[in-house]
């Protein structure tokens, strides 16, 4: 099938009736938890994917794919009007966006925002049903020895890209795979880690540890310091932005477009550096490089741009490979495995009303998400005048709901409790969770694989070198980690990655 | 100089830690050979690594100057997690609408703005609300009341 029968062929699942109410109630909350600072996209997805049982495959992915890009408008709101990141990816966001808002100019702001992340969605959807058909046609070649090294790179690459010390990130990677090994062997059915709880036959649950991580250690960190936001008096005014800003703009938010679906490709990407680079490459570029940070429109354009183009495009590793890029595919993995459904290659050949709905879903939800956000920008507004002493405990009831019934285990409210202290721990040691969660997901697969090529070659540890494509991969990491320990690259990720 | 609140030295002792237990529980699985990998073999090769890492970063935090711990306020953590966890010891025996009005009462003690007229009414809230949308709409597999004679 031709690229057009396929977009066809997925527009008539993403225009039922069933799914197209599932992808509105994705972008609505989506935009509701990029609004508020407390919580983020992962945890409301792992909070939803119990609810995800009872509904079809792609409409749950669609549902869930939803909340994710439409948490990057949301974003976008919050750090214009207040000055604090409604989500991670919104951070560069505040800098030119809430000088805007203190010059009058709220409204265009967000109108350019929302501008940019459309026709950034529309672009990103694209690129993915052009890029993901040739990879996952690669993918389907991969041996177990291939597979074991597209995962160091990627790993790697997810150390490469978190914030501070690499050391610490590796090691949170390796621990990440541990914890995935815990349960029952598949192989030997001998369990490991389980250390006598019943509960852990199956391993350690993922909703349980992600919840645990994202949800109630963050609120734990935030509840330390100052809980509300400043509040959000002052006026919004026209909305849709001047002709002269649009035109202004328009290189700014073709380059955050194209450098966002690059980025979310790779592994560890996604939205939040996509929106860091979008900004650097601005200042770059432009030729009035001190406007920014003083309010330029571009400084808003591109980044929201990139975001969305990051969030979308980071689908294609996940649904091609069944490699997450970052925590929030993760979560998609473990949504498709709840119903059965490996993640890889074979999905888009064995399933492609699920690939091709899901894409189509992402245009569709990038309309309703302008019609959400542009006219009905006082509606989001007014959630930020919820006190966050009201949002906490409510936010924690929806987790320990979440973690009870993906199982019906008491015993996973236990691991969440665990786990949310040794979350405090780490955002305490500044070890940064994201690696963790995706080497949490990788590990099973990791020791499948590794365990599949050893026995090919019979214990050989070289196939992994002469094989030419695992070969290219490991050259790849290698690479990755001699710039990241190179000083002057280091200096310049150091620069980056800074707030 | 003094470690006793330096940031990576305390991640490193942890990841130390964590190596330790992976590496103790591992030695009772089969090790196997890289050809015929037992059950215990990955975990080991991770434990070793993992150690070797947190030593690293444990013995690089004693020569250069870095990041100290800042204050450590264990009131909200501790009293979140009191509510997770009674949440897992209630739920199958209260119901759902006891044990979340119990673990939202519990949790408002994480915050110092609490206010319980506030906490009951969200307590309330919740408990309908989620009721209306997990068990009504949704139809989760969850007990309501409690089961006294179950």
Same mark, same amino acid.
């Given at each position: 099938? #031709?690229l057009?029968?396929?977009?066809?062929?997925?527009? %008539? +699942?993403?225009? =039922? %009736?069933?799914? @197209?109410?599932?992808?509105?109630?994705?972008?609505?909350?989506?935009?509701?938890?990029?609004?508020?600072p407390?919580?983020?996209p992962?945890? =409301?997805?792992?909070?939803l994917?119990?609810i995800?049982?009872?509904?079809?495959?792609?409409?749950?992915?669609?549902?869930?794919?939803?909340?994710?890009?439409?948490?990057?408008?949301? &974003?976008?709101? =919050?750090?214009? @009007?207040?000055?604090?990141?409604?989500?991670?990816?919104s951070?560069?966001?505040?800098?030119d966006?809430?000088?805007?808002?203190?010059? !009058?100019?709220?409204?265009?702001?967000?109108?350019?925002?929302?501008?940019?992340?459309?026709?950034?969605?529309?672009?990103?959807?694209?690129?993915?049903?052009?890029?993901?058909?040739?990879?996952?046609?690669?993918?389907?070649?991969?041996?177990?020895?291939?597979?074991?090294?597209?995962?160091?790179?990627g790993?790697?690459?997810?150390?490469?890209?978190?914030?501070?010390?690499?050391?610490?990130?590796?090691?949170?990677v +390796?621990?990440?795979?541990?914890?995935?090994?815990?349960?029952? #062997?598949?192989?030997?059915?001998i369990r490991?880690f389980?250390?006598?709880?019943?509960?852990?036959?199956?391993?350690?649950?993922? /909703?349980?540890?992600?919840?645990?991580?994202?949800?109630?250690?963050?609120?734990?960190?935030?509840?330390?310091?100052?809980? #509300?936001?400043?509040?959000?008096?002052? %006026?919004?005014?026209?909305?849709?932005?001047?002709?002269?800003?649009?035109?202004?703009?328009?290189?700014?938010?073709?380059?955050? =477009?194209?450098?966002?679906?690059?980025?979310?490709?790779?592994?560890?990407?996604?939205?939040?550096?996509a929106?860091?680079?979008?900004?650097?490459? *601005?200042?770059?570029?432009?030729?009035t490089?001190?406007?920014f940070?003083?309010?330029?429109?571009?400084?808003?354009?591109?980044?929201?741009?990139?975001?969305?183009? !990051?969030?979308?495009?980071?689908?294609?590793p996940?649904?091609?490979l069944?490699?997450?890029?970052?925590?929030?595919?993760?979560?998609m993995?473990?949504?498709?495995m709840i119903?059965?459904?490996?993640?890889?290659?074979? +999905?888009?050949?064995?399933?492609?009303?699920?690939?091709?709905?899901?894409?189509?879903?992402?245009?569709?939800g990038?309309?309703?998400?302008?019609?959400?956000?542009?006219?009905?920008?006082?509606?989001?507004?007014?959630?930020?005048?919820?006190?966050?002493?009201?949002?906490?405990?409510?936010i924690?009831?929806f987790?320990?709901? !979440?973690?009870?019934?993906?199982?019906?285990?008491?015993?996973?409210?236990?691991?969440?409790?665990?786990?949310?202290?040794?979350?405090?721990?780490?955002?305490?040691?500044?070890?940064?969770?994201?690696?963790?969660?995706?080497?949490?997901?990788?590990?099973?697969?990791?020791?499948e694989?590794?365990r599949?090529?050893?026995?090919?070659?019979? &214990? #050989?540890?070289?196939?992994?070198?002469? *094989?030419?494509?695992?070969?290219?991969? @490991? +050259?790849?990491?290698?690479?990755l980690?001699?710039? /990241?320990?190179?000083?002057?690259?280091?200096?310049?990720? *150091?620069?980056?990655?800074?707030? | 100089?003094?470690?006793?609140?330096s940031?990576?030295?305390?991640?490193?002792?942890?990841?130390?830690?964590?190596?330790?237990?992976?590496?103790?529980a591992a030695?009772g699985?089969?090790?196997?050979?890289?050809?015929r990998?037992? $059950?215990?073999?990955? $975990?080991?090769?991770?434990g070793?690594?993992?150690?070797?890492?947190?030593?690293?970063?444990?013995?690089?935090?004693?020569?250069?100057?870095?990041?100290?711990?800042?204050?450590?306020?264990l009131?909200?953590?501790?009293f979140l997690?009191?509510?997770?966890?009674?949440?897992?010891?209630?739920?199958?025996?209260?119901?759902?609408?006891?044990?979340?009005?119990?673990?939202?009462a519990?949790?408002?003690?994480?915050?110092?703005?609490?206010?319980?007229?506030e906490?009951?009414?969200?307590a309330?809230?919740?408990?309908v609300?989620?009721?209306?949308?997990?068990?009504?709409?949704?139809?989760? $597999?969850?007990?309501?009341w $409690?089961?006294?004679?179950?």
């Amino acid at each position: 099938m #031709d690229l057009a029968s396929n977009i066809a062929a997925g527009f %008539a +699942v993403a225009l =039922t %009736a069933q799914n @197209l109410l599932y992808c509105f109630v994705g972008v609505l909350l989506g935009t509701m938890v990029g609004v508020l600072p407390g919580i983020g996209p992962v945890t =409301t997805v792992a909070m939803l994917l119990p609810i995800s049982f009872a509904l079809a495959p792609v409409s749950a992915l669609i549902l869930l794919a939803g909340i994710y890009y439409g948490a990057q408008y949301g &974003g976008s709101t =919050t750090a214009i @009007l207040i000055n604090i990141p409604g989500e991670a990816s919104s951070v560069v966001t505040t800098i030119d966006g809430h000088q805007m808002a203190r010059q !009058g100019r709220a409204g265009p702001a967000l109108g350019i925002a929302a501008i940019g992340s459309f026709f950034a969605g529309c672009v990103a959807t694209l690129f993915i049903s052009a890029a993901a058909p040739p990879l996952a046609a690669i993918a389907l070649e991969f041996g177990p020895a291939e597979y074991f090294s597209l995962m160091v790179c990627g790993l790697v690459a997810a150390v490469v890209l978190a914030h501070g010390s690499v050391l610490k990130a590796i090691a949170m990677v +390796v621990l990440g795979l541990l914890l995935g090994l815990a349960g029952t #062997d598949v192989n030997s059915g001998i369990r490991r880690f389980t250390f006598g709880f019943q509960g852990l036959a199956d391993g350690i649950e993922f /909703v349980a540890l992600s919840m645990a991580i994202y949800g109630i250690a963050e609120i734990a960190y935030k509840l330390e310091g100052k809980q #509300d936001w400043a509040d959000v008096s002052q %006026a919004i005014g026209r909305v849709w932005p001047a002709w002269s800003d649009i035109i202004h703009c328009v290189p700014a938010i073709l380059r955050g =477009t194209g450098l966002g679906s690059i980025l979310g490709v790779l592994p560890g990407g996604g939205a939040l550096l996509a929106s860091f680079a979008a900004y650097t490459l *601005e200042k770059k570029v432009a030729r009035t490089p001190r406007a920014f940070g003083k309010g330029d429109i571009r400084g808003v354009a591109a980044p929201e741009a990139a975001n969305n183009a !990051g969030a979308q495009t980071s689908f294609v590793p996940m649904l091609t490979l069944g490699i997450p890029s970052n925590p929030t595919m993760a979560m998609m993995i473990g949504a498709l495995m709840i119903h059965g459904i490996a993640p890889g290659p074979r +999905v888009m050949i064995e399933r492609p009303e699920l690939f091709w709905g899901v894409i189509a879903s992402m245009w569709l939800g990038n309309l309703m998400l302008v019609i959400l956000n542009l006219p009905l920008v006082g509606v989001w507004v007014r959630l930020l005048r919820i006190p966050y002493r009201l949002l906490f405990p409510a936010i924690l009831a929806f987790c320990c709901i !979440g973690a009870y019934v993906i199982n019906s285990n008491a015993f996973d409210l236990f691991v969440m409790g665990f786990f949310a202290v040794f979350g405090y721990v780490c955002l305490k040691l500044d070890c940064e969770p994201a690696p963790l969660i995706l080497g949490f997901v990788l590990g099973p697969m990791m020791e499948e694989n590794l365990r599949r090529a050893l026995l090919i070659s019979r &214990g #050989d540890f070289s196939v992994f070198v002469t *094989e030419p494509l695992s070969l290219a991969f @490991l +050259v790849a990491a290698l690479l990755l980690l001699a710039l /990241v320990a190179a000083p002057a690259i280091r200096a310049k990720r *150091e620069e980056a990655l800074q707030e | 100089m003094n470690v006793s609140r330096s940031k990576d030295f305390w991640a490193g002792i942890m990841f130390l830690g964590f190596a330790a237990v992976a590496m103790v529980a591992a030695r009772g699985y089969t090790l196997g050979s890289a050809g015929r990998m037992g $059950p215990g073999y990955f $975990p080991m090769v991770l434990g070793l690594l993992l150690g070797v890492l947190g030593l690293i970063i444990a013995a690089r935090s004693l020569l250069t100057a870095d990041n100290r711990i800042d204050g450590l306020k264990l009131q909200p953590l501790l009293f979140l997690v009191a509510g997770v966890c009674l949440f897992g010891l209630l739920i199958e025996r209260l119901g759902l609408v006891l044990t979340l009005i119990a673990v939202v009462a519990v949790a408002a003690f994480a915050s110092r703005e609490s206010r319980s007229v506030e906490v009951a009414a969200l307590a309330a809230v919740l408990a309908v609300f989620s009721l209306a949308i997990f068990v009504y709409v949704l139809r989760l $597999p969850l007990l309501v009341w $409690p089961n006294f004679f179950g």
